[in-house]
């Protein structure tokens, strides 16, 4: 099997996040010290994926600064002797091969995925979406991996969610019979953002996929679905319900994984991870007590 990319959809308008987006791509907002997408990138790293796309819309240089390197800074720092702050300026340019293309009009997930096709070829591709941050501790999409090498399936990650939430996700149906040893799960359809009480279940499609090069051929027929966008849910439920192929599964995920894309949920991330981090836990541990105390 020929070694897999990973597309990372970066074109989204962040307009949750205004103003702080104004200037700014919602991408490159810091958790704790790290922009966001950087998290992302490394997690494709860590599943042994080193050729990544990254698709980006207008306003979105900053990113591709980010994974450049900085010369002047470097040269500065190496003359200082700061071998820590030189690392971590070199690590994001050493990372990956990492490569970028515009979306041009923001038609939808699954118009940004097809802009991918040229640069993947004729692979099976890993799809990462920058506001679901997985837990670097939690190795979900070599799990994916692994799910799609043995079924041949696309493959996307599901996670339980609240009645109260599941209208923001993709959700699937399952069948509940377990494909195979792992907690992965045979896919019947998908639906994008159903009101609660259509939701199939409430296992809902969070931000990995690993999907077949077959993807780009279906999602060029998808038509425009919710929200007037051609969405990547409606071209996976095409390949949920072809009873020749491959289908999908999905992999069920019960470890951590941190919101970035809401605000209230973009805080709550970057204090989990501030507390579990060894330079600034012990500050924060106390700290937080007593102000939870106070509260
Ligand atoms: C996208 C997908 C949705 C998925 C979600 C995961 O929606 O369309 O199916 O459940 O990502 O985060 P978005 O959050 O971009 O609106």
Redesign the pocket.
Known sequence: MKKMKAVIPAA?LGTRFLPATKAMPKEMLPVVDKPAIQYVVEEAVSAGIDDILVIIGRNKNAISDHFDSVPELEVRLRQKGDKGRLERVTKSSDLADIHFVRQGEPKG?GHAVLRARTHVGDSSFAVL?G??LIDERDSLLIEMIAAHERTGAAVVALMEVDAEHIH????AAVDGVHVDDGDSVKVTALV??PNAEDAPSNL????RYVLPQHIFEVLERTQPGKGGEI???DALQELAADPDGPGVVGVVFRGRRY?T?DRADYIKAIVQLAVDRDDLGPDLRPWLKDFAAGL
Not at 168 to 171: A, S
Not at 204 to 207: D, K, L, M, Q
């Open positions: 989204g997930l979406l506001d679901d923001m996700y993709g959700v994008e953002k809902a499609v969070i931000g969405q990547l849910t919101d894309g």
